[in-house]
């Protein structure tokens, strides 16, 4: 940025950080929001935590500032103070209402955690480390060079360089002679590691401010549009890719990548507890949640990731409004239709206007010549024999044709619902245990009809179950019949 008069000035009247140092309640503001947020890495407060915790800050103030010219110090209530800080002209914090809550929320904007850092750093340091900065200055330097170099025989020949380096360092530490860091080498590097690890936490949430700005440029933009559906995916994909395929966005991804793997993270977890265990590292009193900052960079980098699914969601929800809107044009269309039927049913042909009822754009002219219409031919007479009818058998059992079996399902339908109303799912074989065939063959087909039309049935062709049901024989006794087919199970809607 350029720090000409006109940009200073407007950074000055328009920047929330630059507007928080320059506010008469910046002592407030910025000591409150730091011993909340930022010390204890919370990423999100609901609105009654945080104004019940503002609220005993204001009372101690009170207590110790009293009042001044009759006016309570800070007069406002804790409530006030957080809408007035979230305010647009304000910028300190970001409110809003997270999924699944009707309770507002609370979260640090970008630029107070800016504002906060720099407040950090004008404290007078007791000790401060150049070496380890100029060695990562330097290490830096070699893998810019190293990346980048296209020559096979200067990378081969630089790593044969870092070879002959740790033979010689190996040769060494077998001959019991050691380089060990001194405690002013360990305080330099310590230092450094939480100043990077403080100003990671900071970024993560400036990732997470980015992908929610592109979330909210995607929600205007499918809020105010009225074109093509595809041509709103397409463009709203292609940001959304054009973010990803960005230098922060790669960065990202690639860091995401290298803390979530379990062997970098107990690498990195036994390392930071060896560190801290040094007597010199000790000294310095490190903060305790340093022990677990790798776990907090976790759960900063799920909260840009969330945002990221927030986005996706968005866009499915989208995709389901338009095919809903969609739909309800066809019924509105078809409805029409019906309408105007009901409408001219009684209507005679010749009353009949084809124009008042509906018009359909034909797809081509249809053209016909009068000599290409058939003549006419007289239609075939069909020339019956006549055949003498000859007598049936008087002697025939006609008893077959009165002991037909009806089967009723809406009786099997009942006792199906009935059963699922105590518990989510049943078998098939769990019913007729329950209520026996008592039409035999007929009533269980009818059971696996029953099945094939529910959405709600499933067919596990894993499991066999055995059902079983009697029917009388000829000698007027009772034949027992088995059947064994796949598991057929009905589970509620």
Partial sequence: MNLDYATLDLQRRQHPAWRLLAADSAPLVASFLHRV????????????????ALEDTL???????????GVKAFPKSAQEYLNDWAANDKGWLRKFYPAGSDEPHFDLTPPTERALAWLGSLSDRSFVGT??????LFSLLKQMSFGAETNPQARIAELHKQR???DAEIARVTEGNMALLDETALKDRFQQFTGLARELLADFREVE??????????????????????????????????????DQGKSFRAFWDFLMSQSRQEEFTELLERVLDLPPVSALEPDVRLKRVHYDWLEAGEYAQRTVAQLSQQLRRFLDDKAWLENRRIMDILRGIEG??????????????????????EIGAGVELPLERPLYQPPLQTVLTSVALQAGDADMDASVLFSQVRVDK???SAHIRQSLQTQAQ????????TRPLQQGLGELVAYLQLASESSGSVVDEAKQDTVVWVVPDEAGGWVTRRARLPRVIFVRD
Avoid: C
Avoid at 426 to 433: F, K, Q
């Fill in 59 to 69: 009372y101690g103030l009170r207590e110790q500032l009293g009042t001044k010219a």
């Fill in 37 to 52: 947020f930022v010390v204890p890495n919370v990423r999100v407060m609901a609105q009654s935590n945080l104004a019940e």
């Fill in 164 to 166: 002959d380096a740790i």
């Fill in 340 to 361: 105007k039927a009901l409408t001219l049913r009684d209507a005679a042909p010749a009353t009949l206007r084809i124009p008042d009822f509906m018009q359909i754009d």
């Fill in 209 to 246: 401010h980015n992908f929610r700005a592109l979330d909210r440029t995607v929600r205007e933009r499918i809020a105010l549009w009225d074109g093509a559906k595809g041509t709103l995916l397409q463009e709203i994909m292609g940001e959304r890719d054009a973010i990803a395929e960005s």
């Fill in 131 to 136: 070496e380890s900065r100029l060695l990562t």
């Fill in 426 to 433: 049943v078998t098939l074989a769990e019913l007729l245990h």
């Fill in 410 to 412: 809406v009786a099997l």
